[in-house]
T-cell receptor, first 115, second 113 residues
Framework: AQKITQTQPGMFVQEKEAVTLDCTYDTSDPSYGLFWYKQPSSGEMIFLIYQGSYDQQNATEGRYSLNFQKARKSANLVISASQLGDSAMYFCAMREVTNAGKSTFGDGTTLTVKP | DAGITQSPRYKITETGRQVTLMCHQTWSHSYMFWYRQDLGHGLRLIYYSAAADITDKGEVPDGYVVSRSKTENFPLTLESATRSQTSVYFC????????????FGPGTRLTVT
């Protein structure tokens, strides 16, 4: 069964500094996609970044990058130059290729950006 | 309106009552999902649907029923609501590829008294 683990319930970062949010995963499917979502206090789910299991390069989207280490089964989110608006809950998620309906989320990490 | 909508946004119901949460998407996405998010936790998959008339269980399906007669609608029914089903329910949709993100509705906050 697929599983996502986020070991940091809460993180603090100073404004303008970089922060890494950890995510490890487990799956028996050799083909899968990894996602990060942001959930601000208003409650909506916002897609941030995607990494495919066969992608050779780490994904980047603006200030977000995904540090993908396939052998270690980790997919950490790096936020550069943190902003106050980055304060939110962040979720790591996975979808398997053989069954794209099976989607698993981690328990999330609450990020607080300090001014 | 384009996108994915959920109704109602807020619902209070009593234990034992049947309640249906509605989800509608305008993109003709083949996949649709229902999740629940309990306070301070991540999302847990209740049911998903790969296409009209094709549904399958997720991680926590007990006590819930789904149907999908049309591509754009995916209602979730709590047959006999229990207090443990108090949660925020999110509907999502995506194209039929695991490489694509899910688009989430705004959520329905359900309280069972």
């Amino acid at each position: 069964a697929q599983k996502i683990t986020q070991t940091q319930p809460g993180m603090f970062v100073q404004e303008k500094e970089a922060v890494t949010l950890d995510c490890t995963y487990d799956t028996s499917d050799p083909s899968y996609g990894l996602f990060w979502y942001k959930q601000p206090s208003s409650g909506e789910m916002i897609f941030l970044i995607y990494q495919g299991s066969y992608d050779q390069q780490n994904a980047t989207e603006g200030r977000y990058s995904l540090n993908f280490q396939k052998a270690r089964k980790s997919a950490n989110l790096v936020i550069s130059a943190s902003q106050l608006g980055d304060s939110a809950m962040y979720f790591c998620a996975m979808r398997e290729v053989t069954n794209a309906g099976k989607s698993t989320f981690g328990d999330g990490t609450t990020l607080t950006v300090k001014p | 309106d384009a996108g994915i909508t959920q109704s109602p946004r807020y619902k209070i119901t009593e234990t034992g009552r049947q309640v249906t949460l509605m989800c509608h998407q305008t993109w003709s996405h083949s996949y649709m999902f229902w999740y629940r998010q309990d306070l301070g936790h991540g999302l847990r998959l209740i049911y998903y649907s790969a296409a009209a008339d094709i549904t399958d269980k997720g991680e926590v399906p007990d006590g819930y029923v789904v149907s999908r007669s049309k591509t754009e609608n995916f209602p979730l029914t709590l047959e006999s609501a229990t207090r443990s089903q108090t949660s925020v329910y999110f509907c999502a949709s995506s194209v039929a590829r695991s490489a694509y993100e899910q688009y989430f509705g705004p959520g329905t906050r359900l309280t069972v008294t």
